[in-house]
């Protein structure tokens, strides 16, 4: 068996930077168990794999993988595949806009159609959850009390990906995190699925990230955009953002851990009522082939 797969850096116009994604353009046959093993194999945050749609309004379907479970929305797999198939042709190569299949629904993906094209994909409808307690935040990101922002909640937001969102001071503070293990399994002993912790300070382009995921076999992910649709949300609601319609601001995230990446977000209407997109570049990085025996 071979199978060719595309290696992509997302968020980034520089390679060896942003989010490296594996894609495999043709996954026919294959199983849920050699899916994982591959994901697995790869060792990337997410490694991706592209099928004929179900939904008619789709252009392709996408399974995603971490090394250790199957999600059912990401931010960076889906515009590193939406880069894929629109090189590759299984959609138009000049195509503005399609739809993705994907286990959280449809999602919405366009091509702002620039020299070097950014690609855009429309979050998912946002779930707010649980607030949690300070000082046990403060401990699980191994910092003292006083780094995390006063009068604004750590909150459980999720568009697919749960994510307790924890804003900070500053840059510095989001830099010195040290996450406590003992202390993060305390912090998500309540919820019932893996859930990722972002740490975040409101910078004058938007905002610094970092984001951690121990409960997927993620140590620290180096852009999330799964997770940036919802932190504009939460920023734009406790007034970290600007308000204006047509909000814009940008996430750097992943800078810490040397793959630096820019998520770029646009907000439309108040609050983001009429929708959030998060958008980036990508890189193509290695075109190969995995050479299996039959399996």
């Not at 068996?1 to 850096?9: A, F, I, N, P």
Request: proline share 6%; charged share 20%.
């Amino acid at each position: 068996m071979e199978l060719q797969y595309e290696v992509v850096d997302v968020f980034t116009e520089r390679p060896l930077e942003g989010n490296a994604l594996a894609v495999f353009p043709d996954a026919r046959g294959l199983s849920d168990e050699l899916m994982q093993r591959i994901a697995r194999e790869m060792n990337l945050s997410e490694t991706t794999f592209v099928l004929p749609a179900a939904l008619p309004e789709a252009a392709a379907r996408v399974r995603i993988f971490t090394p250790w479970s199957e999600m059912v929305f990401a931010g960076h797999p889906t515009l590193g595949t939406a880069f894929v198939v629109r090189e590759r042709g299984i959609v138009a190569r000049d195509a503005a806009a399609f739809v993705l299949e994907e286990k959280v629904g449809p999602v919405k993906v366009r091509v702002d159609g620039a020299e070097r094209s950014m690609i855009w994909l429309e979050t998912p409808p946002i779930a707010r959850g649980a607030t949690f307690e300070r000082a046990l935040c403060a401990q699980a990101l191994g910092l003292a009390e006083d780094a995390l922002l006063e009068n604004v909640p750590s909150q459980r937001l999720s568009a697919g990906n749960p994510a307790i969102f924890i804003a900070l001071k500053n840059a510095a503070a989001v830099d010195a995190v040290k996450i406590d293990s003992a202390a993060l399994r305390r912090l998500t002993a309540s919820l019932n699925e893996p859930t990722c912790v972002f740490a975040f300070a409101p910078v004058p382009a938007g905002a610094y990230s970092r984001m951690f995921a121990e409960e997927l076999g993620i140590a620290e992910d180096p852009a999330t955009g799964s997770a940036t649709g919802p932190l504009a949300a939460f920023m734009m609601e406790h007034g970290l953002a600007g308000t204006a319609d047509g909000t814009r601001f940008v996430s750097e995230q992943g800078t810490k851990i040397g793959r630096r990446s820019l998520l770029h977000v646009l907000v439309h209407g108040e609050n983001g009522r009429d929708g959030i997109e998060v958008g980036g570049h990508v890189t193509p990085l290695t075109t190969a082939t995995m050479r299996l025996p039959d399996l």
